[in-house]
Nanobody, 116 residues
């Protein structure tokens, strides 16, 4: 049974940092391309970052380049999204995805709110 469980969201101040975690089960994360998506209030689903089975990663959302980093811990089957210098426009529900298994803004997600 494939499961991706996001955690680590919360309230952060502008300029702050958060690290999101995606604990996966039912498959091994290094066999798939993994990703983080987000959906802000009233907006569509946006691809934020990907990490491929090779370990190569990319930041897809221009607005977070230089601030967000995607990484993975294969032994713990967990993907992370380190978010630095957070801005109010980063407020969204963040979703973990595994290409070929679950993509887009699906599942429970984790809420990130950036506000002073």
């Amino acid at each position: 049974q494939v499961q991706l469980v996001e955690s680590g969201g919360g309230l952060a101040q502008p300029g702050g940092s958060l690290t999101l975690s995606c604990l996966s089960s039912g498959f091994t994360i290094n066999a798939f391309a993994m990703a983080w998506y987000r959906q802000a209030p009233g907006k569509g689903c946006e691809l934020v970052a990907r990490i491929f089975s090779t370990g190569v990663n990319t930041i897809d959302a221009d607005s977070v380049k230089g601030r967000f980093v995607i990484s993975r811990d294969v032994p713990n089957n967990t993907v992370y999204l380190l978010m630095n210098n957070l801005k109010p426009e980063d407020t969204a529900v963040y979703y973990c995805a595994a290409f070929g298994l679950r993509i887009g803004c699906r599942g429970q997600g984790t809420q990130v709110t950036v506000s002073s």
